[in-house]
T-cell receptor, first 113, second 114 residues
Framework: AQSVSQHNHHVILSEAASLELGCNYS??????LFWYVQYPGQHLQLLLK??????LVKGIKGFEAEFIKSKFSFNLRKPSVQWSDTAEYFC???????????FGTGTRLLVSP | DVKVTQSSRYLVKRTGEKVFLECVQD?????MFWYRQDPGLGLRLIYF???????EKGDIPEGYSVSREKKERFSLILESASTNQTSMYLC?????????????FGQGTRLTVV
């Protein structure tokens, strides 16, 4: 079965620190990859997505992610985090034959001012 | 502005009660999903539907059923609520029949079963 692993469950950073959240998936076929964010008290919203083309994708609020097919990875990055980035981040994958969006377990990010 | 609306933000129900969670989307999407979100477990798919009156089991369907009588509405039913069904329930919809597209989420319903 398809699965998504997010190895960092909790991350604590100071403002202006750089961020990298890991995401690995298990599926050998063509995939579409997503990062969603859930700010406290708000609904899940899309941060960025990769369907095809340039493996480095840019999303909202200065986030970016790089798809490395050989490593089955889609790590999320931000050069300098802000207090307002405090949220829970979910990696998700879908692909041909999936019929559904498979999520990782999430990473809670706390950014201290 | 796309919208997925869940009928309740908070619900408290007693063990053994039949519980209905309603979800409506206004984007004319074919696909609709019900997930539950629990700390440390992420989002787990309960049921999904890619057409009216169609339904497919997700990863954790036990204890749940669904109904999709109209394209815009997808209901989750807990036939006999139990305390282990206390959770946050998220409804989502997406437009692609192949489920390759972005999913839009509702605000969630926090259900407590006592």
């Amino acid at each position: 079965a398809q699965s998504v692993s997010q190895h960092n469950h909790h991350v604590i950073l100071s403002e202006a620190a750089s961020l990298e959240l890991g995401c690995n998936y298990s599926y050998g076929g063509t995939v579409n990859l997503f990062w969603y964010v859930q700010y406290p008290g708000q609904h899940l919203q899309l941060l960025l997505k990769y369907f095809s083309g340039d493996p480095l994708v840019k999303g909202i609020k200065g986030f970016e992610a790089e798809f490395i097919k050989s490593k089955f990875s889609f790590n999320l990055r931000k050069p300098s985090v802000q207090w307002s980035d405090t949220a829970e981040y979910f990696c998700a994958v879908t692909g041909t034959g999936f019929q559904k969006l498979v999520f990782g377990t999430g990473t809670r990010l706390l950014v201290s001012p | 502005d796309v919208k997925v609306t869940q009928s309740s933000r908070y619900l408290v129900k007693r063990t053994g009660e039949k519980v209905f969670l309603e979800c409506v989307q206004d984007m004319d999407h074919e696909n609709m999903f019900w997930y539950r979100q629990d700390p440390g477990l992420g989002l787990r798919l309960i049921y999904f539907s890619y057409d009216v009156k169609m339904k497919e089991k997700g990863d954790i369907p036990e204890g749940y059923s669904v109904s999709r009588e109209k394209k815009e509405r997808f209901s989750l039913i807990l036939e006999s609520a139990s305390t282990n069904q206390t959770s946050m329930y998220l409804c989502a919809s997406s437009s692609s029949r192949d489920n390759l597209d972005e999913a839009f989420f509702g605000q969630g319903t926090r259900l407590t079963v006592v």
